[in-house]
């Protein structure tokens, strides 16, 4: 196990390049599943959840090759048709086999997740999605087996108790691309990874429209050709590093973004009082003064994003005044709260809401990472806290951010990985 030790307090400047999209590598990956032959995705950023997805397609039976942000994946005529728990409960995003697999071979069986560190998260929109299109759905020994001869277009809503899903409106549109008839997908997630995914289906012969707004419609078709995409830049890397040179009074142009994919972010940024000024694929992010206090809620795309809340937590933990920020989306997202204020900070629950009080300055220390988002809010507080902070637990970052302790040395910052041996 690695951690990170930095030694905080000092301003990150200079330029720094995006990487690929994690949450849209991972549906694009699935997706090729849908045509046999050779399909290219470029841009695709090398973490951990990626080549978890690449280890899973490699035992359903396709090729995949990879090397300098490309990804070649060879899709033969037949593939296995199952997800095993040993991989999925390291990675939910396994589910996005679920909808190609049935689609494309008329039967799926994938493991039931089980718990996640930030909540419950439940499948069932998925399967009401699969349903919906007729297919069968059973739960047996822990794993999730659909089948259908062939799918068939409907109508399909997709509201759930936490509102819409990023993860089932992708798979159900995936399903839904090989569905003999019309397919409508309501309350659709309108994040840019949708959008993208339903790009690299567009361009795989897929008749899809209204991906990026709540109401989707798919044409099916009788089958699907391999593609060459590019996956979209990360917004939630490109808001992490917004926070990170934010938190250290800095200023950074950061290069390869999508400034429109972080419209929220930059607006509550903004308000908060830091300069930024936006271009064509690249946002200049300037602090100099003390940041001002935020009250705002995480909400789906375009509003502020969940996973941006344990980021700017951290960054509210130095503000001059008393900011508050609201988890909508997942019941327990706040483990990061405990450690932040073992920096010094002063963070109070009350509820899914978390009061920040401003502290004029954090001090290092020991600190734990729970979560992928959770671990890089630690890493922006030590960036700024005075001292040493050691960041432990440091392969839940490695899940989604691509290199940062080298961009963030880069940055100017001090920042270090140390192998941890494990404890006996
Ligand atoms: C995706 C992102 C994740 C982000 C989340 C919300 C990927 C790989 N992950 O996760 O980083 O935090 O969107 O923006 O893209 N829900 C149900 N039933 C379901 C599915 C979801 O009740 O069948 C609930 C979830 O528990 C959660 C809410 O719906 O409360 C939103 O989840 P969802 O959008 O599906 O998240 P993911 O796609 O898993």
Known sequence: MDKFVIDGGREL???????????????????????????????????????????????????VVSGDGRMTLDVPAALKCEAEYEIVKQMRASYYVLGPLLARFGR??????????????????????????????????????????QLRGARVNLAGPHGVSVGATINVMMAATLARGATVIESAAMEPEVAATAELLAAMGARIEGAGTPV????????????????????IETGSLM????????????????????????????RAGVKIAAGDGMITVEARRRLRPVEIAV??????????????????????????????????????????????????????????????ALTGAPVMGSDLRAAAALVIAGLAAQGRTEVSRIYHLDRGYENWERKLRKLGARIRRVHQPMPA
Not at 111 to 134: F, K, N, Q, T
Not at 243 to 269: F, K, M, N, Q, S
Not at 324 to 345: D, K, S, Y
């Open 299 to 360: 909400a789906p795309y375009p509003g502020f994003p969940t996973d941006m809340q344990a980021q700017l937590l951290a960054l509210m933990t130095v503000s001059g005044g008393i900011a508050a920020v609201t988890e909508t989306i997942f019941e327990n997202r706040f483990m990061h709260v405990p450690e932040l204020n073992r920096l010094g900070a002063d963070i109070r629950l009350e509820g899914n809401t978390a009061i920040v009080r401003g502290v004029p």
């Open 243 to 270: 926070a990170a040179v934010a938190i250290t009074r800095g200023c950074v142009t950061i290069e390869d973004c999508r400034p429109d994919h972080v419209g929220a972010v930059i607006d509550v940024l903004r």
């Open 108 to 149: 799926a069986r994938v493991s039931l997740p089980g718990g996640c560190a930030i909540g419950a998260r439940p499948v069932d929109l998925h399967l009401r999605g699969m349903e919906a299109l007729g297919a069968r759905v059973t739960i047996v020994h822990g794993y999730v087996q659909a089948e259908a001869r």
């Open 216 to 235: 989707i419609s798919v044409e099916g078709v009788d089958g699907l050709r391999p593609a060459e995409h590019r996956l979209v830049p990360d917004r």
């Open 13 to 63: 400047t200079g330029t720094v390049r995006v990487s690929g999209a994690k949450n849209a590598a991972l549906p694009a990956l699935a997706a090729c599943l849908l045509a046999p032959g050779r399909s290219v995705l470029s841009n695709v950023p090398n973490v951990m959840d990626v080549r978890t997805m690449r280890r899973l397609l490699l035992r359903l039976g396709a090729g």
